[in-house]
């Protein structure tokens, strides 16, 4: 059964390091999302993209986060410089396409900052 | 503001006793309605997808049901490997497509 990946599962920082995850999608999925979760609450989307291109940004912390899926397939989310405040859990879900499709979940990366 | 309210919080079950959660939203239009069950540390895990009042799917022992302002997911005899959280998610009419999701609600199943 195909699902999405995501690495490492587990990220442990001190506060002002850069960080970065990675997200295989779905083969064949085109849309792509970048959720974080906080313990106890349900996933917020951080960036959505549709192929190499981005579809919704708007809740992405742009001083601090970016993000970037360049071939269209596998993407990365990058923090940099880490605050305290960004521990949680980031997820990557994929769709076949935008708007209509269910979204399939990956494992996440657990990040703590210290 | 578009809001998804889950209830209750928590819900402490015994082997065999069935009840259901409860999804409540206000947007300003719904293209669907999802279900998905998270595990501890693990990434939410799809049930089910529910577009317009009135549908209902089922799998296993869970049910989803759908009206204009609410969804419940119905548990019948639940057993411990039931227990997990449940969240509840919508789209909107219009939108690209990114889920606004509940808080969960924390199933217990005991023996």
């Known amino acids: 059964e195909a699902e999405v990946a995501q690495s490492p599962r587990y990220k442990i920082t001190e506060k002002s390091q850069a960080v970065a995850f990675w997200c295989d999608p779905i083969?064949?999925?085109?849309?792509l999302y970048w959720y974080r979760q906080i313990l106890g609450q349900g996933p917020e989307l951080l960036v959505q993209f549709q192929d190499e291109s981005v579809v919704d940004d708007s809740q992405l912390p742009k001083d601090r986060f970016s993000a970037e899926r360049l071939k269209g397939v596998d993407s990365t989310l990058k923090i940099q410089p880490a605050e305290l405040g960004d521990s949680a859990m980031y997820l990557c879900?994929?769709?076949?396409?935008?708007?209509?499709?269910?979204?399939?979940f990956g494992p996440g990366t657990r990040l703590t900052v210290l | 503001e578009d809001q998804v309210t889950q209830s209750p919080e928590a819900l402490r079950l015994q082997e065999g006793e069935s009840s259901s959660l409860n999804c409540s939203y206000t947007?300003?239009?719904?293209?669907?309605l999802f279900w998905y069950r998270q595990d501890p540390g693990k990434g939410p895990e799809f049930l089910f997808t529910?577009?317009?009042a009135g549908e209902e799917k089922e799998k296993e022992r869970l049910k989803a049901t759908l009206t204009k302002k609410e969804s419940f997911l119905h548990i019948t005899a639940p057993k411990p490997e039931d227990s997990a959280t449940y969240l509840c998610a919508v789209s909107l009419a219009g939108s690209q497509g990114n889920l606004i999701f509940g808080k969960g609600t924390k199933l217990s199943v005991k023996p």
């Open positions: 879900a994929s769709s076949l396409g935008l708007a209509t499709d269910t979204q399939y």
């Open positions: 947007v300003s239009g719904l293209r669907g």
């Open positions: 083969s064949g999925h085109a849309t």
């Open positions: 529910l577009y317009s």
